[in-house]
């Protein structure tokens, strides 16, 4: 593959999550796209042997700290916070976020030993991307929190927490889903970029509602 087609999926993965890196020299986005044997073994002198695994660890560990902090805000149950992680950070929510968003499309695989984006590694991948945010940005649970806004990763949680709030919220919130739904280019996020994938939309007025 040559450096071109390589700098095609660094920045098609930077379009999809929306998020410029700060520091664009660590590469850390670019170590998140490798898989296991892609034949780059270090990138800017970190080992990258094992692919994007161990930045998967650190994005894991991130979005349960994004959504950890609302979660202990509203003073939700443990059992809220089970339910919550399991639902939205489970492998095939993960997975299905990255094949709808075309994520996987930028993974870095080794041209002679190719691999198929199994619900495992597609996981992965975001995990690792959200790590790589998450270091890059020096630790910003906010720019974590807005990747995931942009994946639309936390759009269901946030949809389903609707329930119990004034009928009229609802009715506004549900009029705003229904017309993202209809209109995918509808932006959702300041930082937004326009998207074609089925998954629900993340909306300000969603987000406003919290703590």
């Known amino acids: 593959m040559s450096s071109n087609q390589y700098q095609m999926k660094l920045e098609r993965a930077e379009a999809i999550i929306g998020y410029h890196p700060q520091k664009p020299q660590e590469y850390y986005l670019w170590e998140a796209l490798q898989v296991a044997g892609s034949g780059h073994t270090r990138i800017v002198g970190r080992s990258a042997y094992d692919g994007n695994k161990r930045l998967a660890i650190v994005g894991d560990t991130a979005m349960a700290l994004a959504l950890a902090r609302p979660w202990y805000k509203k003073d939700e149950t443990l059992g809220d916070w089970d339910s919550q992680r399991q639902r939205l950070l489970s492998n095939n929510n993960l997975a299905r976020v990255a094949r709808e968003s075309g994520l996987v499309d930028c993974m870095v695989v080794n041209p002679r030993n190719p691999v198929q984006a199994s619900t495992k590694l597609a996981a992965a991948l975001v995990e690792a991307i959200v790590g790589a945010v ?10 974590v929190r807005q990747v995931m806004e942009t994946l639309r990763l936390i759009a269901l949680n946030e949809l389903r927490q609707v329930i119990g709030t004034p009928k009229t919220k609802q009715l506004d919130v549900i009029q705003l889903f229904c017309v993202c739904c209809t209109n995918p280019s509808t932006p959702t996020t300041s930082s937004a970029r326009t998207r074609d994938f089925r998954v629900e939309p993340m909306t300000q007025s969603l987000e406003s509602g919290r703590a």
């Open 134 to 143: 998450w270091i890059d940005s020096d630790e910003s649970i906010d720019a």
